[in-house]
């Protein structure tokens, strides 16, 4: 696929907050057969499902570390989610808004070829007031069914999505599917638009911007209804998937700290950013080799948890998932999933 063009905007990151991050806990790490298990989510039962970069989503046993493979969508799945039907919901950054059966009737071994016998795949949403889900990235779902997604960027292709952090413009979106079918755009003009979290009685959808470090909040009762307003808009790196925590709290990954060379190219002439992104993708910016969290208080915005650390059998950190006293985390560049107890923090 052509990489793009780009036309960047100046902008002026904040400074980056001075905090020294707590050390990252023993991570127990379960390999996968399958690379890029961006987010995680668990189940009733205990196992926890993800999805890889061949379109499988697998689901781990992580009592004897067994995968099977539930389905095939036959894209890039990205944010996971349960449906109130019992299906799984999936944002598949190729095709769109996904519901799969997860029976386990249908499951198959991994070395099997998962195309017959696995769980049916229905194509929710696909486009919103005629414009195409080009990067379908996380959701959250309310006890009705109405399903809160995010679609990152109008111009950039999933293949291509680094070109809509080093452009700027602006172009995500917060969107939402209501039981009936019908969609809306509920935010635009997002800066890389990912993760996504309702809070525990569904009054306000939070909403990462990766672009710009910060986590939103958009307000769905009362009189400030649809009205977005910044909860933290300096977080220590780029915030991607996002979820809400058994205590109440918003937790981030951080799929890598600050790039310093990002940063001071960005209020320079756009020019400077247009040859970057001509560079070949081994000679551009990389995210550092970094698993990042932080847990954020949805009353007062304050920083609960912040964690950085390295660990050489994952990388870096781009779902997170807090589960009876167990954060479970996904990566965009591993072959394995992990986990900690909340108890070691």
């Given at each position: 696929?052509?990489?793009?063009?780009?036309?960047?905007?100046?902008?002026?990151?904040?400074?980056?907050?001075?905090?020294?991050?707590d050390?990252?806990?023993?991570?127990?790490?379960?390999?996968?057969?399958?690379?890029?298990?961006?987010?995680?989510?668990?189940?009733?039962?205990?196992?926890?499902?993800?999805?890889?970069?061949?379109?499988?989503?697998?689901?781990?046993?992580?009592?004897?570390?067994?995968?099977?493979?539930?389905?095939?969508?036959?894209?890039?799945?990205?944010?996971?989610?349960?449906?109130?039907?019992?299906?799984?919901?999936?944002?598949?950054?190729?095709?769109?808004?996904?519901?799969?059966?997860?029976?386990?009737?249908?499951?198959?071994?991994?070395?099997?070829?998962?195309?017959?016998?696995?769980?049916?795949?229905?194509?929710?949403?696909?486009?919103?007031?005629?414009?195409?889900?080009r990067?379908?990235?996380?959701?959250?779902?309310?006890?009705?069914?109405?399903?809160?997604?995010?679609?990152?960027?109008?111009r950039?292709?999933?293949?291509?999505?680094?070109?809509?952090?080093?452009?700027?413009?602006?172009?995500?979106?917060?969107?939402?599917?209501?039981?009936?079918?019908?969609?809306?755009?509920?935010?635009?003009?997002?800066q890389?638009?990912?993760?996504?979290?309702?809070?525990?009685?569904?009054?306000?959808?939070?909403?990462?911007?990766?672009?710009?470090?910060?986590?939103?909040?958009?307000?769905?009762?009362?009189?400030?209804?649809?009205?977005?307003?910044?909860?933290?808009?300096?977080?220590p790196g780029?915030?991607?998937?996002?979820?809400?925590?058994?205590?109440?709290?918003?937790?981030?990954?951080?799929?890598?700290?600050?790039?310093?060379?990002?940063?001071?190219?960005?209020?320079?002439?756009?020019?400077?950013?247009?040859?970057?992104?001509?560079?070949?993708?081994?000679?551009?910016?990389?995210?550092?080799?970094?698993?990042?969290?932080?847990?954020?208080?949805?009353?007062?915005?304050?920083?609960?948890?912040?964690?950085?650390?390295?660990?050489?059998?994952?990388?870096?950190?781009?779902?997170?998932?807090?589960?009876?006293?167990?954060?479970?985390?996904?990566?965009?560049?591993?072959?394995?999933?992990a986990?900690?107890?909340?108890?070691?923090?």
């Amino acid at each position: 696929m052509k990489k793009p063009g780009i036309a960047p905007v100046v902008w002026n990151p904040p400074p980056p907050a001075q905090s020294t991050p707590d050390p990252l806990p023993t991570l127990r790490t379960f390999p996968l057969p399958g690379s890029g298990p961006e987010d995680v989510l668990v189940a009733p039962d205990g196992s926890v499902l993800t999805g890889v970069d061949d379109g499988r989503i697998l689901r781990l046993d992580p009592v004897t570390s067994a995968v099977t493979v539930v389905a095939d969508t036959g894209g890039r799945p990205l944010g996971l989610e349960w449906l109130p039907d019992g299906r799984l919901l999936v944002c598949d950054a190729e095709i769109g808004l996904l519901a799969v059966e997860t029976n386990r009737a249908s499951e198959r071994a991994p070395t099997a070829i998962p195309t017959t016998g696995l769980g049916k795949i229905e194509t929710l949403v696909d486009q919103v007031d005629g414009q195409p889900v080009r990067i379908c990235n996380n959701a959250s779902v309310a006890a009705d069914g109405t399903i809160w997604f995010t679609d990152s960027s109008a111009r950039f292709d999933f293949a291509h999505w680094k070109g809509d952090l080093i452009e700027h413009r602006g172009t995500g979106r917060l969107l939402r599917r209501d039981p009936d079918g019908s969609t809306a755009i509920v935010c635009a003009g997002l800066q890389f638009a990912n993760g996504v979290a309702l809070n525990a009685d569904s009054s306000a959808v939070y909403v990462a911007e990766t672009g710009s470090y910060a986590l939103q909040r958009v307000d769905l009762t009362g009189s400030s209804a649809g009205i977005r307003k910044p909860v933290a808009e300096n977080l220590p790196g780029f915030p991607d998937n996002v979820s809400l925590g058994d205590g109440g709290l918003i937790w981030v990954a951080i799929a890598s700290p600050r790039n310093p060379i990002i940063d001071r190219l960005s209020p320079l002439p756009p020019m400077l950013r247009r040859a970057v992104w001509a560079l070949p993708a081994k000679a551009q910016p990389k995210p550092a080799f970094e698993v990042g969290l932080v847990a954020i208080d949805p009353v007062d915005g304050s920083i609960v948890h912040n964690i950085a650390g390295q660990n050489p059998e994952f990388g870096v950190s781009t779902g997170v998932r807090e589960h009876n006293g167990t954060v479970w985390l996904g990566s965009l560049s591993a072959n394995s999933i992990a986990s900690f107890d909340l108890a070691d923090l």
